[in-house]
């Protein structure tokens, strides 16, 4: 397996404009997730997705950010208007649904530099 | 909610030397925890894990130790090589929850 896939790796864009991130996660995988990495606050957890269905979004920072899971193969995390402060690496994660397995596999991450 | 407070936030050692990062949790409920070593440029990748009915397991030349009465949990690196060089995050949650409490990394650099 290729394990979780990412794109675009790196992202640069101007204050205001609208950044799509893709995530493709493990085959056979049912849980997946977005991750922020930032000096500051470290990994944060922004949302969760069960079987498609988003589950816990209480970590997305606000209205501007949103995410859907249109199929078990395909995800996007929404940010729109970006802002200079949405500068991070955002990670997607996969795993097996839970009670069979924790184990978090990540995806290499995409570079978002808002300016 | 769960807090892991992981230290030293950076470490370098001599090739060879061992490493060791501390780790510790506030849930008494965790259960599971993963330590996660991350290289530049690329996503935490899962070197080892514990769950609480152990208090030791080993892979090679990675150990990870837990304390569950004392809520702390470690990671040791012996003979350490310059490919050890990564961010290091040690991560809590109970078993069955999607929720991984993470540590704030420790940077370690092996110097050849």
């Known amino acids: 397996d290729a394990g979780v896939i990412q794109s675009p790796r790196h992202e640069v864009t101007e204050m205001g404009q609208e950044v799509t991130l893709r995530c493709k996660p493990i085959?056979?995988?049912?849980?997946l997730f977005w991750y922020r990495q930032t000096m500051m606050r470290g990994l944060e957890l922004l949302i969760y997705?069960?079987?498609?269905?988003?589950?816990?979004d209480s970590g997305m920072p606000e209205d501007r950010f949103s995410a859907k899971m249109p199929n078990a193969s395909f995800s996007t995390l929404k940010i729109q208007p970006s802002e200079p402060r949405d500068s991070a690496v955002y990670f997607c994660a996969s795993s097996l649904a839970r009670g069979l397995g924790e184990k978090l596999f990540f995806g290499s991450g995409t570079q978002l530099s808002v300016l | 909610g769960e807090n892991v407070e992981q230290h030293p936030s950076t470490l370098s050692v001599q090739e060879g030397d061992s490493a060791v990062i501390k780790c510790t949790y506030s849930?008494?409920?965790?259960?599971?925890f993963p330590w996660y070593k991350q290289e530049l440029g690329k996503g935490p990748q899962l070197i080892i894990d514990?769950?609480?009915?152990?208090g030791e397991k080993k892979d090679q030349r990675i150990a990870v130790t837990l304390n569950k009465t004392a809520k702390h949990f470690s990671l040791h690196i012996t003979e350490t090589q310059p490919e050890d060089s990564a961010v290091y995050f040690c991560?809590?949650?109970?078993?069955?929850?999607?929720?991984?409490?993470f540590g704030a990394g420790t940077t370690v650099t092996v110097r050849a």
């Open positions: 514990i769950r609480s009915n152990v």
């Open positions: 849930d008494s409920a965790s259960n599971y």
């Open positions: 085959s056979g995988h049912n849980s």
């Open positions: 991560a809590a949650s109970v078993s069955n929850d999607y929720k991984l409490s």
């Open positions: 997705f069960n079987n498609n269905v988003p589950i816990d």
